[in-house]
């Protein structure tokens, strides 16, 4: 399975003032797969999927060591071009924050800032990526609508969409649905088990359930420390590490 | 328990009370100068430039007091922001919001804040002398701009302080460049921008110190940036300290119509405010 690893992880170690939040990680993500990272509040889960897009530049007194190679290349090597590495992954946020725009313009911001100007190709870019979340045909008579008119979950789809229309390799969700209905929950989900066909998809959960219905690999963090890393079902009903099964039967949370 | 009663209702009577204290001082004011201005309203006040005998009550009215005041506001608000939006930007985008740069800034911002007009009118009469500008109303867009320059600075600061995070990041994670995402937060912030313009088009066209030197006084309305312009408030202190008790009460007409002037601002910028506001998050 790590034959041929999307992201791999090598010593990385992230402070942060005088915290050590991430402490010498080494993982292989896998291609196009489902990755779940799961582990208690603080342990460091969100902070791990922040240091694969470089997102964790802008916090205050942060220092990266290690390395994260995607697609073999370092992204924490000064020569790489930051944007570059992050068109690369599209990311989910824990509740949806649309552009202060319609919902087309949501859509097209993306493909418009690498250079996208022709209408045709941004309409076409725009119907593809809504149709592929899902959303086409409950706004397609209102594309130049506010994007903050749409439901929440519609929001987090139209977040995906937006997501979607950089053409990623790798989708990040942080906590993804944990603003989102039941009903919403689920379309996002079987949106991430269809969608795993063409990208490698980490997402951040601290639904057990969750992780078990759509991912096919678990990482269980705590304290900073990757405690366990295997395929779902022998994780959860079979973990090798003490820690992890206290964290699956709900003796740590 | 009654103590606690009697605690809810001698606070919550405080609060009446001062909320009454400032509604009536507000009506007051206004009432005032309604009452003493109105009679000396007329059409010849805001359509007219004084005439000759103005000063000692005969005719003419205080239209080049309202152009240059709306001159001088206008100009040195949009100078001014052209100056602040990137400052504002370059704290929170660049320096990072939180850095020690960025708050050395805002503590900078905060004591100019708090500088007294006067000393803006005095620092802009010195520049014009330095480049050999006569008092006109480039010399006053200029003091009023140094005067405008921190309001406007820390309320959009503060407005920029209130976008999300992940507002920040839903543009960077798409690959967007500082620049690009900055965009994106102006986008957002565009309804606090008229709150800004706001604040600081009321402080500029009230001030007399920064004008009182840098501006000039003219019974003309200027046609050039170079002419000396005339001001609503400098207007009305030449007129009030006046012994022709017709020009007094022309003073009063005068504060009339700068009242009339920043309560039309005022609906217009909250009205573009609500109407940019209909994209954003909240």
Not at chain 2, 1 to 15: A, G, Q, S, V
Not at chain 2, 62 to 78: K, P
């Amino acid at each position: 399975m790590t034959n041929n690893p999307h992201i791999s992880i090598q010593n990385l170690n992230v402070t942060i003032g005088n915290q050590q939040i991430l402490k010498d990680i080494s993982i292989n993500i896998p291609n196009k797969k489902v990755i779940s990272i799961i582990g208690p509040s603080g342990c460091g889960k969100t902070t791990l999927l922040k240091s694969f897009n470089r997102l964790l530049d802008d916090t205050a007194d942060v220092k990266v060591t290690g390395k994260v190679l995607v697609d073999n290349e370092n992204i924490y090597d000064p020569n790489v071009e930051v944007t570059h590495i992050r068109k690369k992954m599209g990311l989910l946020s824990q509740r949806p924050y649309p552009l202060p725009m319609s919902i087309y313009d949501n859509v097209a911001y993306g493909p418009r800032i690498h250079g996208t100007r022709k209408k045709a190709d941004l309409d076409e870019i725009v119907e593809t990526q809504l149709k592929a979340t899902g959303l086409w045909n409950e706004v397609k008579d209102r594309l130049h609508a506010p994007a903050t008119r749409l439901s929440i979950g519609q929001q987090q789809r139209l977040c995906l969409a937006r997501g979607l229309a950089v053409e990623p390799e790798i989708i990040l969700g942080d906590e993804s649905t944990s603003a989102l209905d039941p009903v919403s929950t689920s379309i996002i989900e079987d949106l991430f088990i269809k969608l795993k066909e063409k990208y490698t998809i980490v997402l951040v959960t601290h639904i057990l359930r969750q992780a078990r219905r759509v991912s096919d690999y678990i990482i269980f963090v705590y304290m900073g420390r990757i405690i366990e890393f295997g395929p779902t079902e022998e994780l959860l009903l079979n973990p090798r590490e003490e820690l992890t099964k206290d964290y699956v039967k709900g003796f740590i949370s | 328990m009654i103590r606690r009663k009697l605690e809810e209702n001698f606070f919550r009577i405080l609060m009446v009370l001062a909320t009454l204290i400032v509604g009536g001082s507000f009506f007051l004011i206004v009432g005032t100068i309604v009452y003493k201005g109105a009679p000396f309203m007329n059409w010849d006040m805001i359509t007219k430039i004084p005439g000759g005998g103005f000063y000692i009550g005969k005719e003419g009215g205080v239209l080049n007091a309202i152009i240059g005041s709306l001159y001088v506001a206008g100009g040195a608000t949009i100078l001014g922001l052209f100056i602040s939006i990137p400052v504002a930007i370059y704290i929170n985008m660049y320096l990072g919001g939180k850095n020690f740069i960025a708050n050395g800034l805002r503590i900078a911002f905060d004591v100019l804040f708090g500088i007294p007009s006067i000393v803006y009118g005095a620092f802009g009469f010195l520049i014009m002398v330095y480049f050999g500008i006569r008092a006109s109303l480039l010399g006053g867009i200029v003091a009023v701009t140094l005067l405008v320059i921190p309001i406007l600075v820390r309320t959009l600061d503060e407005v920029i302080r209130t976008v999300p995070k992940e507002l920040r990041d839903a543009s960077l994670v798409l690959g967007a460049t500082r620049w690009e995402m900055s965009k994106v937060i102006i986008r957002q912030i565009r309804p606090g921008v008229f709150t800004a313009i706001l604040l600081s088009f009321g402080r500029a066209i009230g001030d007399v110190a920064s004008v009182l030197f840098t501006a000039g006084f003219s019974d003309n309305i200027p046609t050039s940036l170079h002419q000396p312009a005339a001001t609503l408030p400098l207007a009305i202190f030449f007129q009030l300290g006046s012994p022709v008790e017709e020009v007094q009460g022309r003073a009063y007409a005068s504060a009339l119509i700068l009242t009339v002037v920043v309560l039309i601002i005022t609906v217009l910028s909250s009205a573009l405010a609500k109407r940019f506001s209909k994209n954003n998050i909240r």
